[in-house]
């Protein structure tokens, strides 16, 4: 049982463009975080969010908690090359000090 | 990333032989995570320390697998008869953990660069 899904999977897309990525669960989460991680390298946090209805802007980044924190998204407008990854959201529940993973989603973006 | 130093980077076995990952946590922190990712996958928890002390190991295979954490000297993951499924990268994570949550704390986990396993 994955506890936290994340959609779309893999997502190719031309520079310029935005997009979305969505962290969705049934359960409730007391933060969320999303990283981004390089081929051959380890995760690197882009945000945290605490409260149910929160957004963050990180320049071309907006990242949004649900208002009853189970979901969240990452929004990115115009793509740029360098945003190719893996996006990767993590939540931690019941301030338990330990992090779930989501599933993923791999974004590529062409020239 | 800064901080954590994983090591080796890559690490080749047979089947059958042990592995054994080490991770030193940031400066500071006294709590270290070891969490699993497959090939184009999220990463899976295994387990949680804290200095000589495991405080969660719900991620763990029940067999073959084994964490410590020591008073002196990194973290390590030791991987017994390993077999190709082992193959994977292995991450670890550290944070200056109160026991409070990591949202309540404002605090979160840093991640090394991971050692990947390779069992031919």
């Known amino acids: 049982t994955q506890l936290l899904e994340q959609s779309p999977q893999f997502l190719s897309i031309q520079e310029g463009e935005n997009l979305t990525v969505y962290c969705n669960s049934s359960s409730v989460f007391s933060s969320l975080q999303w990283y981004r991680q390089e081929p051959g390298e380890g995760p690197v946090l882009l945000v945290t969010?605490?409260?149910?209805?929160e957004v963050k802007k990180l320049k071309r980044l907006t990242f949004q908690f649900g208002d009853a924190r189970k979901d969240s998204s990452l929004h990115i407008t115009a793509a740029q090359t360098g945003d190719t990854g893996l996006y990767l959201c993590?939540?931690?529940?019941?301030?338990?000090?330990?992090?779930?993973f989501g599933t993923g989603t791999r974004l590529q973006v062409f020239p | 990333n800064a901080g954590v130093m994983q090591n080796p980077r890559h690490l080749v076995r047979r089947r059958g032989q042990e592995a054994r990952l080490r991770c030193s946590p940031m400066k500071g922190h006294s709590h270290v995570y070891w969490y699993r990712q497959l090939p184009e996958e999220g990463l899976k928890f295994m387990v949680y320390?804290?200095?000589?002390?495991?405080?969660?190991e719900s991620g763990m295979p029940k067999e073959r697998f084994s964490a410590e954490f020591p008073k002196e000297g990194p973290s390590i993951l030791r991987i017994q008869q390993v077999v190709r499924g082992d193959s994977a990268a292995y991450f670890c994570?550290?944070?200056?953990?109160?026991?409070?949550?990591?949202?309540?704390?404002?605090?979160?986990?840093?991640f090394g660069e991971g050692s990947w396993l390779t069992v031919v």
């Open positions: 993590a939540g931690e529940r019941y301030n338990t000090d330990k992090l779930i």
């Open positions: 320390l804290q200095k000589e002390n495991i405080i969660d």
């Open positions: 969010v605490v409260t149910g209805g």
């Open positions: 994570a550290s944070s200056p953990m109160l026991g409070t949550g990591l949202s309540l704390s404002g605090n979160t986990i840093y």
